[in-house]
Nanobody
């Protein structure tokens, strides 16, 4: 499956952005979807994940209550609504698809089979 993330940009602290990730090539509903981020000089970290039907979600502690992950299987798209953004949210955000190949927990990078290129989010103070 091919993934294309979009929606990043420059926003002031306290502002909002919505990221989108469009999937193509395979049946979208076969995949658990996740968002990760990587700040400069830091390791890529888990942000949020959503189950195949959208009935189950999981968030990193740092974003819980501010970010919301959702998906529209009819549009082959997963979203990340980010509210009350903070400068520490600045990073390249990546979407990823988990086909269940590896069996790792969904908050781990190694669980995911496919990755998009990422979209840059910059939050100014």
């Amino acid at each position: 499956v091919q993934l294309q993330a979009s929606g990043g940009g420059l926003v002031q602290a306290g502002g909002s952005l919505r990221l989108s990730c469009a999937a193509s090539g395979r049946t979208f509903s076969d995949y658990r979807m996740g968002w990760f981020r990587q700040a400069p000089a830091k390791a890529r970290e888990f942000v949020a994940t959503i189950s195949w039907t959208g009935g189950s979600t999981l968030y990193a502690d740092s974003v819980r209550g501010r970010f919301t992950i959702s998906r529209d299987n009819a549009k082959n798209t997963v979203y990340l609504q980010m509210n009350n953004l903070k400068p520490e949210d600045t990073a390249v955000y990546y979407c990823a698809a988990d086909a269940g190949t590896y069996g790792f927990p969904p908050n781990q990078r190694n669980a995911y089979d496919y990755w998009g290129r990422g979209t840059l989010v910059t939050v100014s103070s």
